[in-house]
């Protein structure tokens, strides 16, 4: 299917406003009547959407945004790495998926967290002449 809206809007132009056949047009852009029909129909082309599917840390997805959220309160040291997440999903909830999955998943739901020191001009490091 043509997802291209400026052409998907030329041949609706053409048929609409234009009043060219439906039979006319595809013979002058090599396309199937069938593809003209539905473009017609429809103002803008469709877009795709990828159906998300179940992998095996799917099910533990809401134990892990837990944990995360318990350390967000905790001082960086204390807080769990992925490994410790890994080994408590593995041990205590019956987890049998891999590492890595977790790591992924982690990495893609934390906030990198940056701290920055920012100092007014003229302010503490200025040098005074």
């Not at 205590?92 to 967290?113: K, T």
Request: aromatic fraction near 6%; hydrophobic fraction near 35%; include cysteine.
């Amino acid at each position: 299917m043509y997802t291209d809206p400026i052409r998907w809007a030329d041949i609706r132009r053409r048929v609409l406003a234009k009043g060219q056949s439906i039979r006319e047009v595809p013979r002058s852009k090599g396309l199937s009547r069938k593809t003209v029909r539905k473009m017609v129909r429809q103002e803008a082309p469709g877009q795709f959407v990828r159906t998300e599917l179940p992998t095996s840390i799917s099910a533990y997805r809401s134990l892990i945004d837990t944990m995360l959220v318990e350390d967000e309160s905790r001082l960086q040291r204390d807080r769990r790495s992925v490994a410790s997440i890994f080994r408590t999903l593995r041990d205590h909830h019956g987890y049998a998926g891999g590492y890595s999955a977790v790591r992924r998943y982690c990495r893609s739901v934390q906030v990198p967290q940056v701290d920055l020191d920012v100092h007014a001009a003229g302010g503490r490091n200025a040098i005074e002449a």
